[in-house]
């Protein structure tokens, strides 16, 4: 995933609109990546 498309999945998660897929990818990604 790339940090840009955190961005869109973050603001998403805020009014819990991810499914579960997107947010353990959204974790995966902010674990991973010293940027986010």
Request: with cysteine.
């Amino acid at each position: 995933m790339k940090c840009k498309k955190v961005e869109r999945f973050l603001l998403r998660s805020f009014d819990d609109l991810l499914k579960k897929e997107e947010k353990n990818e959204l974790k995966k990604h902010l674990e991973s990546c010293a940027l986010c």
